[in-house]
């Protein structure tokens, strides 16, 4: 499942570094801590998306990816 999801990043030295806050389905989540964060890279067409599973402030964890090329956020899984 691929949702497109809106999301408020903080950008450091790099756009898009991490997510703070995401709307799904016309509600705002806050992200409490980052669990867990992966790269993955695809070597044939040097495609890169970024993952990360979230621990919300309402106790619910939910993985994002975010496509560069899109420059789109997507909710993977609830």
């Keep these: 499942m691929l949702e497109p999801i ?4 903080y950008a450091g ?3 898009e570094e991490k997510p703070l806050t995401f ?3 016309n ?3 806050n992200i409490k801590k980052i669990l ?4 993955e890279e695809s070597f044939a067409d040097r495609d890169t ?3 990360f599973r979230v621990l919300c402030a309402t106790n619910e964890t939910f993985s994002l990816l975010f496509d560069p090329q899109e420059d ?3 909710l993977e899984e609830r």
């Design 6 to 9: 809106d999301v408020v990043c």
């Design 13 to 15: 030295y790099r756009a």
């Design 23 to 25: 709307t799904y389905k």
């Design 27 to 29: 509600r705002e989540f």
């Design 36 to 39: 867990d964060r992966s790269v």
């Design 49 to 51: 998306v970024y993952r």
């Design 72 to 74: 789109q956020w997507f």
